[in-house]
């Protein structure tokens, strides 16, 4: 019989944030692999759970030498519960190789899901979030993290990132700098926990806010770039193409304005065309 291998979100603060599932795997898995076997034998106690299976630890520097390990006990029919110190395991956290291996050998992977600072900071930063990526920690040389910035100068979707609070203020200096102050972002702080903070305002204002430090686990949310405004004339000859193939200049202006993401108007588009065909 195949076990399998159960991904589980623990509480980033807040211990009432625990799932009933999670409360239900940490006592009945056969195998607990934990980033901190502390932490989880301390989250265990606070939820009034036994741990009856083995606890290993599971921490990025043991990763790859435990993987055999436990891939060999969910094939032997156990079930593994993966659990890191907060949040969801793999986003930034220990996880993504064991469920590669997991995955490659056709074994059962499944998720408990829960609390995670990346979707928590999203809704609580007040920009436009529907659409997103993840980029984990910025890098810690300032060279590096210019080039990473100015990779996001066009980025159109919110960004969320990982800082830690003793690189924050270099951080958010380099980022006004490169992608300039008026740029909007939210600095979220100890999320669920008793000192929670969330800072929102432009680039330029937390920047300044930040030089005076700040503490605990840190998510930053970044608002996409704002689309450069299309100018008509150059949309004038995609225009002409679909009508060369039949389409009517009306309904050619109609689709190419709605393809643009800079607020074009098919009246706008319409005119420019007939100014273009008049010269």
């Not at 390990?69 to 064991?98: K, N, Q, W």
């Amino acid at each position: 019989m195949t076990g399998r291998l159960v991904l589980a979100a623990t509480p980033m603060g807040d211990i009432g944030d625990a799932s009933d599932r999670l409360k239900v795997a940490l006592g009945s898995a056969d195998v607990v692999a934990a980033e901190d076997t502390r932490r989880t034998r301390s989250l265990a106690a606070a939820l009034e759970v036994t741990i009856t299976g083995r606890v290993v630890s599971f921490y990025d520097q043991v990763e790859v030498t435990r993987l055999p390990a436990l891939v060999a006990d969910i094939e032997d029919g156990r079930t593994v519960l993966l659990v890191t110190d907060a949040g969801m395991p793999s986003v930034s956290d220990p996880g993504y190789r064991l469920v590669a291996a997991c995955v490659e050998k056709d074994l059962p992977v499944t998720c408990l899901p829960g609390p995670s600072a990346v979707t928590t900071a999203l809704a609580l930063s007040g920009l436009p979030v529907e659409r997103f990526c993840f980029d984990g920690f910025p890098p810690r040389k300032q060279g590096q993290r210019r080039t990473w910035f100015e990779a996001l100068r066009t980025e159109q979707r919110a960004c969320v990132f990982f800082e830690a609070p003793h690189r924050l203020a270099a951080c958010l200096a380099d980022a006004v700098d490169v992608l300039g102050g008026d740029r909007r972002a939210a600095v979220c702080r100890e999320l669920t926990k008793t000192y929670e903070e969330v800072r929102r305002g432009t680039l330029a204002e937390l920047a300044e806010w930040a030089v005076d430090g700040a503490r605990g686990e840190i998510t930053v949310v970044l608002e996409g770039a704002r689309p450069v405004a299309a100018d008509p004339e150059d949309l004038v000859g995609e225009v002409e193409r679909l009508v060369a193939d039949g389409v009517r200049l009306k309904d050619a202006c109609a689709q190419v304005a709605a393809e643009q993401s800079a607020g074009v108007s098919k009246r706008e588009l319409y005119e420019t065309v007939l100014a273009a065909r008049r010269d």
